[in-house]
């Protein structure tokens, strides 16, 4: 699995030039066997390796004596072992070929000395031996055959295959000769490869070819049988590609590989913590794609190229040569048996017999095998040798072999590790050093004088034959004119089923389509001849001349198989210059083979379209052909990356799947080197799945692995999803289920599992639980690698699991009765959402109780007030600011000095104002300087300090990503708690404790702010004391108890999850995740992952977006709190029990009875309880004794509903009643009610804030600990009534003011039932009372003598304003009913209580006017050059102290929420106020309700936007004149008033021309009026003639500062002028 890129085979070298000529080339001799005679020349050899056997006795012996041959050494004794040793002393002595020669001197001397041989009539005792020899061997069994890859280089990538290297030679054998082979654990053919392998004549003669000699230099031969020149099957031949496919322990350790692949798959499952680009990511990912030299690939590819030898449409394999061997003890004499074997066609295979190899062109070569041991001790050796000679040709031979006995050949195997054929020391144990010398010499002799003359006679005959018919003009024109051969089917298709044919002659009638005797058969054997001797370019032309038959004749096979010749040709030749050309005859083969591959599956009635399991061999022959392609060098695939991939990809579509996938995998590379990540990564995962299917797991795992790199670098999610699936049923498949369980873990907590069907997922989640079930170890592997945060680095990963690993062990093999338990962390099913994680208790800031979740004990008495809503933050700190402001502000005990030592506060005139803003300045300073003093890092943040025994909750969101329900249990929080003394109490790891005894059942543990709600000790808790190694279960003695609850979560549906913990001791806690089980099989364990806060105390930090330490998960557990819990209960109006309504809306001005009732579910008493609010809707009613001592004075100066400081909504809550001890305190589990009324305002929903603010009670009061209780309403208000008011001078008395009021009736509610009820009318004032002008009101039948107004109506009534003739002393309220017998009434405001809202309201405006101005002069001095607030000085701020209005009087100091703030006493009498009290029917309830007008202006104290000058007239309306006599002459007195209370006015009036009457009087006049002043001016109007006129034709001119502007009066004054004169004339007439 190396990661080097795929080797290349180098080009071949240029020729060689052709050594210069010594002398005559056939002088060169070598030896034969052991004799020392030369060896002949090439040419003197017979014309024919078929030895006429009617040859003269003088021809024998003249051929014979060219070959003179000593007698071969006798065997050794049979007990001479050590003789054996001696000769060969190591078994890497016959190892290589450097050591035959010395060791063919020794034998050449011990041969010397041997005695001659003995007569051919043996003894009897010579006769037993050979009887017991052959006994012997008779009870050997046959070995198997040596794999096809024993002698094929196995780390070294080769171009050709074997069959275009080695010369064949076909080996026809007796029994007892391959008996002799069998002692050996030998085939014969292997046994003579074995020898043969490296036999290399010392030098070589010089080879014929067409038109040249070549001088080869390394011709190599391979013998095969008979049934070795017979084609594979298909299934045969797809059994061994997938047998020599898989991985051996040769390949390395594959165990270790394996473990390594699965390290990798973990570290891809994990996020990424770096940005890598895709270039680099696919570079790492190419590490995986196996190169072509890698062993199992190798063994692949010569796998292919065996399993397409034998082929009928290539004849590179047809033997030039037969060799006939027998033994010396067969049952006839050798000659005699050799004889037959000569004679007899049917000992030929069955290629000779169809008609496909020619058998009368074929050479017949001898050889006799003695056994040196077991065979016959009369047997003449020299005797024999002589009469083969003279029988056969000088070339027959006899050997002997088998030297070495058998019990030496055993102690040989035990000692020796290698041998010639690759069985490490246990084959060939029998030959002796001579032996294998001998053989060796005998092929040397063969191949020069027998395999290459026979070579040299077949090129000769058939290049005649194809010069004559195939060359030239001549048979050039002719083959234009060549009729194709009739239709047949090609040879591959019965390739795989020779025909059995008893007879001796060849079979005419064969399905061989192109015969031997046939010129296209001659000229392939010719070219195949040519390129097996390595002369290329002869071969490439002959190869030409058949390339045309074979495509006419549609023998695609035939024509892919020249094709590709032509391109090996071309390549080793020169594969530079004629790249293209190469490239072309490449295709164009591949094509050819596709097409046969096609016709052949159809023939054979497979359909063409689908994935063959078994391939045809036209798809093996194009499956080799790819893989060349892809083996040549970079001279042929350099710039055509992209075109080798798609031939590649292409090829793979007709392949079965483990040829598919080998090609498709080596595309990938291609893709990879064309820089197309993309498909690279998608073509290996192809890969893998056709290895899966070929059932090679190991390499589908690998190439999963590989793609796996790049599908989780980009946004391939589904792609992703896909290859994880795979991967893991791969993994699941092959038994590796640590990994398959990280696998399925991931991919259950996917978007619908990667959007798979729901029946695929359920399989994923059963092989989940089937690992965790029936695989406990794999699965505690697979979880130990889970167990790494997903963001901790990759070279980080290791060291934090070891460490992990060795907490949980130092745990178990320290504590008695301890075990794991399989635990799956960081899995997403269920997937909580760590964003949602929200940690809350009932008496902390931010408790929002969810509806489902309230008691519901006495909710049928409760009046839902509105939704309880979390509200927004910066609003409840805003709250908090200001109730912590307010407070200091009021506190007497704190320093009121530093209130006015900005300019911008000196400008706030109201004390109270002052104060509390600059608290509010100084604590929002401080707040701000906190934050940045974390920001920066100078203040370490700490933990929320929280109390004992008081349960907190930790909120999150749990979801189900997948398609089907899942069911999850016994969810409960993770924890750890460190106490005062250092014991540790965690849940963390899931590690059982055994405890002695029964057990019994655990207790269940209960608290007061929880009600009935259990909790119980969490799973796996255990207890560590300080310094000890050991642990023991926590059950007993508990530092923290759980809630578990389980949850059902349908197909992709969501919860939100609320889980409960409690602490019982002081110490600090830690929250770490959350632990259920899924199915309630299996522990699912999520670490919360919470993000700290962003550092911003460097640059550095801040570029970086480090964040810090998060505080959200710990806690630090103190002492017992109190803890409040507030309700809204409904009352009735006139006691305090509580009422059921229809849950009807709030109207606006609508004033309801409630009480607040606070509990006290905490475990300490609290105190000093207030309220803070957002809008002044709450008055609490005062107790029945309550200011019975006080005078009135005192009564109005005192905080109306208990308010303290000057925004009228901080509130001081009573805490008495029959339900507490003591009066100002609340004990755990006591409870008060208080009794309040609530005004709603505003007509939209409303966000209503209650900020409970209460203290921890502490006798000795040094401990002051508070709590904030937040309590947030969506309150929807509708509208109800609008009122409006103005007042205006009276027209006919101008010490009088008239109010009018308006009122309109806009409720929208409900759709019917919308009338409104007015009750009173009321203004609270020191100056006015109120009368109402008369006449207005009617009683009707159907209302009474009430006013009624219906949906959308309006109505409008006058009232006059009437001055009294003194300030009261006290605040008044005069009321008028809105009926006309009703009498009006004043009373004192504080007996009445009807000003309490107008109190606050006024409060509560004043401060926000207050703080908006403040706002303003602060902006305003922020942009002022001077660059904002600056400090005062020591002298302004003494005078500011020292203004008017700012020194302490002995008078009463009214609060800012008094009556007498309201109206106070001792100003002018500008304004009052206004309200009107209105009833209204909702639903089964009467409800009441009051508006308010706040500071109606009655008089201007100075200038504002009107007039000030109010101008009435007084004249007769109707006036009779004789218009005879004259104009009528009208008198008019015009009072002129200064309506402002405080400012004189000086102004000019002026006359108009009128066009109807005339002024007499002054033109222009200039008057100056003190407050409040009037003046008479008399007027006389001269009017010419009837009709009805304005008088009004004033106009006013005010003087303001040096301003004048125009005031034209707007009143009319209509007179109404009758003429006498025409009326006495019409009563003439009449």
């Known amino acids: 699995m190396s990661g080097a890129p795929p080797p290349r085979i180098p080009p071949p070298p240029p020729p060689r030039p052709r050594p210069p000529a010594s002398g005559n080339g056939r002088n060169q001799t070598s030896r034969i066997h052991e004799s020392t005679a030369s060896i002949p020349y090439l040419d003197s050899a017979p014309p024919s390796g078929n030895i006429d056997l009617s040859q003269t006795t003088t021809t024998t012996t003249t051929a014979t004596s060219q070959f003179p041959l000593p007698p071969p050494p006798p065997p050794p004794p049979p007990s001479s072992s050590s003789s054996r040793r001696a000769l060969s002393p190591s078994r890497s002595t016959t190892s290589s070929a450097a050591s035959v020669s010395t060791t063919t001197s020794a034998s050449e001397s011990f041969a010397s000395s041997l005695p001659p041989p003995p007569n051919l009539m043996s003894s009897s005792k010579g006769s037993n031996t050979n009887s017991n020899s052959s006994t012997n061997n008779n009870n050997e069994g046959p070995p198997p055959y040596l794999p096809f890859m024993t002698f094929v280089p196995k780390k070294q990538l080769q171009f050709l295959a074997r069959r275009h290297t080695h010369i064949p030679i076909l080996v026809i054998a007796t029994e007892n000769a391959n008996r002799l082979a069998w002692k050996n654990k030998l085939q014969l053919i292997d046994l003579f490869q074995g020898i043969a392998q490296d036999c290399k004549p010392s030098q070589m003669p010089p080879f014929r070819s067409i038109s040249k000699s070549l001088f080869p230099e390394n011709v190599q031969i391979q013998f095969v049988e008979p049934t070795s020149l017979e084609p594979y099957g298909y299934e045969e031949s797809h059994q061994i590609l997938s047998d020599h496919a898989k991985l051996q322990d040769a390949d390395g350790n594959v165990a270790q590989e394996l473990l390594l692949l699965e390290d990798r798959v973990d570290e891809l499952l994990q996020d990424r913590t770096t940005d890598e680009s895709l270039e680099q990511v696919t570079r790492d990912a190419y590490q995986l794609t196996s190169p072509l030299d890698i062993p199992w690939l190798l063994r692949y590819r010569y796998a292919l190229d065996e399993t397409t030898n034998h082929l009928p449409h290539d004849l590179v394999h047809c033997p030039p040569l037969v060799l006939l061997v027998c033994t010396s003890e067969e049952v006839a004499s050798p000659q005699e048996v050799l004889q037959e074997l000569h004679n007899s066609p049917h000992v030929l295979p069955e290629c000779f017999r169809n008609g496909l190899y020619n058998p009368s062109a074929v050479r017949h070569e001898v050889l006799v095998l003695h056994d040196a041991v077991d065979g016959p001790s009369n047997f003449g050796e020299q005797y024999w040798r002589q009469t083969l000679q003279n029988s056969f040709g000088p070339n027959a031979a006899v050997i002997r072999i088998n030297s070495v006995t058998r019990e030496t050949a055993t102690a040989l195997s035990e000692q020796e590790d290698t041998d010639l054929w690759g069985g490490n020391g246990t084959k060939g144990n029998c030959l002796s050093v001579n032996d294998r010398v001998l053989l060796r010499r005998y092929f040397q002799s063969l191949l020069t004088s027998a395999i290459l003359p026979s070579l040299e006679r077949r090129i000769a005959s058939l290049n005649a034959v194809v010069s004559e018919r195939k060359k030239g003009m001549r048979n050039l024109v002719k083959s234009f004119w060549r009729k194709p051969k009739e239709a047949q089917s090609d040879d591959l298709v019965t390739a795989t089923t020779p025909t059995n044919n008893n007879n001796n002659s060849v079979d005419k009638d064969s399905s061989v389509k192109y015969k031997y005797d046939s010129i296209e058969s001659q000229t392939r054997l010719l070219a195949d001849t040519l390129f097996l001797i390595q002369d290329y370019d002869a071969a490439l ?833 005069s009321e008028c009913s809105f009926t006309e017998m009703a009498q009006c009434s004043t009373t004192d405001c504080v007996i009445s209580q009807a000003t309490d809202y107008l109190c606050l309201e006024n409060a509560t405006d004043s401060f926000e006017a207050a703080w908006k101005s403040h706002q303003h002069e602060l902006a305003k001095a922020e942009h002022s050059q001077d660059g904002g607030q600056h400090p005062r000085s020591i002298a302004s701020i003494r005078r500011a102290n020292t203004l008017p209005g700012r020194e302490e009087e002995d008078s009463l100091e009214f609060q800012p929420t008094s009556i007498g703030t309201l109206c106070p006493p001792g100003t002018s009498s500008s304004k009052m106020h206004i309200i009107c009290s209105w009833r209204a029917i909702l639903g089964q309830e009467v409800i009441r309700g009051e508006h308010h007008l706040l500071g109606i202006t009655v008089r201007p104290l100075s200038f504002f936007d009107g007039c000030p000058i109010v101008a009435t007239a007084s004249y007769p309306s109707a006036v009779t004149h004789d218009f005879s006599q004259g104009p009528a002459r009208i008198r008019m007195d015009v009072t002129l008033r200064n309506q402002m209370l405080e400012s004189s006015v000086n102004f000019d009036m002026t006359m108009r021309d009128h066009p109807s009457f005339e002024l007499i009087g002054l033109e222009r006049l200039k008057l100056l009026l003190q407050p409040q002043e009037e003046k008479k001016i008399l007027f006389e109007a001269l009017v010419p003639r009837a009709g009805t006129h304005d008088l009004q034709a004033l106009h006013l001119t005010v003087k303001r500062e040096e301003e004048e502007i125009p005031f034209p009066l707007k009143e009319q004054w209509f007179v109404a002028v009758a003429d006498t004169c025409v009326e006495n004339s019409n009563e003439l007439i009449n």
């Open 541 to 1373: 032309g002959i190869y030409r001349l058949i390339r045309d038959d074979y495509k006419s004749d549609k023998a695609l096979a035939h024509y892919a198989n020249v094709q590709e010749m032509m391109g090996m040709c071309m390549y080793l030749m020169d594969p530079y210059t004629r790249a293209r050309e190469i490239f072309s005859h490449f295709e164009t083969a591949l094509l050819g083979y596709t097409r046969a591959a096609e016709e052949e599956r159809a023939q054979w009635g497979n359909d063409p379209s689908s994935r063959p399991a078994a391939a045809p061999h036209a798809t093996r022959l194009a499956t080799r052909l790819s893989l060349l392609l892809a083996t040549g060098s970079e001279a042929l695939t350099k710039g055509r990356e992209l075109e080798v991939a798609d031939l590649l990809a292409s090829a793979s579509s007709h392949e079965s799947s483990l040829g598919a996938a080998v090609l498709l995998e080596q595309a990938s590379a291609f893709y990879y080197h064309a820089e197309m990540p993309r498909k690279y990564s998608f073509h290996m995962l192809m890969s893998g799945h056709m290895f899966r299917t070929a059932g090679q797991d190991q390499h589908a795992f690998r190439c999963f692995t590989s793609a796996l790199y790049v599908y989780r670098h980009g946004a391939w999610h589904e792609l992703h999803n896909h290859l994880r699936s795979a991967l893991a049923g791969q993994l699941y498949t092959m038994g590796r289920y640590s990994v398959a369980l990280i696998l399925y873990a991931k991919l259950v907590g996917t978007s619908s599992g990667g959007r798979v069907s729901p029946k695929t997922q359920q399989k994923f989640l059963s092989h989940l639980l089937e690992i965790c079930e029936k695989h406990p170890k794999p699965a505690l592997a697979g979880a130990d690698r889970m167990s790494v945060p997903p963001k901790i680095p990759n070279n980080e990963r290791e060291a934090f699991r070891n460490a992990q690993l060795e907490r949980i062990v130092h745990v178990v093999r320290f504590t008695m009765g301890a075990s794991r338990v399989l635990q799956l962390p960081y899995m997403d099913l269920p997937k909580i959402l760590d964003s949602s994680v929200r940690i809350w208790t009932h008496a902390e800031q931010n408790f929002v109780v969810d509806d489902e979740e309230e008691e519901e004990d006495a909710q049928s008495l409760l009046d839902r007030f509105g939704k309880v809503s979390r509200g927004k933050d910066s609003v409840w700190e805003e709250l908090e600011l200001m109730a912590t402001a307010e407070l200091n502000a009021v506190d007497s005990s704190r320093p009121q000095l530093d209130e006015t030592v900005t300019s911008a506060l000196s400008k706030i005139k109201d004390r109270n104002h002052r104060r509390v803003i600059a608290q509010v300045a100084k604590e929002r300073a401080n707040r701000n300087l906190a934050e940045r003093s974390k920001r920066k890092g100078l203040v370490k943040p700490t933990p929320t300090v929280r109390a004992k025994d008081e349960p907190l909750f930790c909120d999150f969101v749990m979801q189900n990503p997948l398609g089907v329900e899942i069911f999850m249990t016994e969810i409960q929080l993770v924890a750890k708690m460190v106490d005062g003394e250092g014991r540790v109490c965690t849940n963390q790891d899931a590690i059982a404790i055994r405890k002695g005894g029964s057990g019994g059942r655990p207790r269940k543990y209960t608290f007061e702010s929880t009600g009935d709600m259990e909790f119980s000790v969490g799973d796996f808790s255990r207890l560590a004391e300080l310094n000890e190694k050991s642990c023991f279960s926590a059950d007993d003695n508990p530092f923290f108890v759980v809630t578990k609850r389980d949850v059902q979560l349908a197909p992709l549906g969501e919860a939100s999850v609320s889980a409960g913990l409690c602490p019982l001791v002081q110490g600090n806690l830690e929250i770490l995740g959350v632990r259920c089980r899924l199915f309630d099989k299996v522990w699912i364990y999520h670490p919360f992952d919470i993000p700290g806060p962003l550092l911003e105390d460097t640059r550095s930090n801040r570029e970086n977006r480090v964040r810090g330490e998060p505080m959200l998960l710990k806690s630090k557990i103190e002492v017992d709190m109190p803890c409040l819990k507030a309700e809204f209960i409904k009352r009735g109006t006139d006691d305090f029990s509580t009422i059921a309504t229809d849950g009807g809306p709030l109207l606006e001005g609508q004033i309801s009875p409630w009480t607040i009732r606070l509990r006290n579910v905490g475990s300490a008493p609290a105190s000093s309880t207030t309220l803070k609010t957002n809008l002044p809707w709450i008055n609490v009613l005062p107790s029945s004794d309550h200011d019975n001592l006080l005078t009135v004075e005192e009564q109005e100066a005192q905080a109306t509903s208990r308010c303290l400081g000057p925004t009228g909504t901080l509130i001081s809550l009573p805490l008495v009643g029959d339900h507490l001890k003591e009066s100002g305190k609340i004990h755990p589990g006591e409870y008060v009610d208080i009794p309040i009324q609530l005004r709603t305002s505003g007509h939209s929903k409303e966000e209503f804030y209650m900020l409970f603010r209460y203290e921890r009670w502490d006798p000795m009061g040094q401990s002051k600990r508070q709590r904030w209780l937040r309590q947030m309403y969506e309150v929807p208000v509708y509208p109800s009534l609008d009122l409006s008011a103005k007042v205006k001078a009276s027209l006919w008395n101008g010490g009088e003011q008239m109010l009018s009021v308006e009122l309109t009736n806009n409720r929208t509610d409900r759709p019917t039932d919308l009338f409104m009820t007015l009750d009173k009318l009321s203004i609270a004032s020191r100056h006015y009372k109120l009368e109402a002008v008369p006449g207005q009101f009617v009683t009707s039948e159907e209302n009474g003598n009430v006013l009624q107004i219906g949906w959308q109506e309006r109505v409008t009534i006058h009232y006059r304003v009437v001055a009294l003739d003194e300030e009261s002393k006290t605040c008044l309220l």
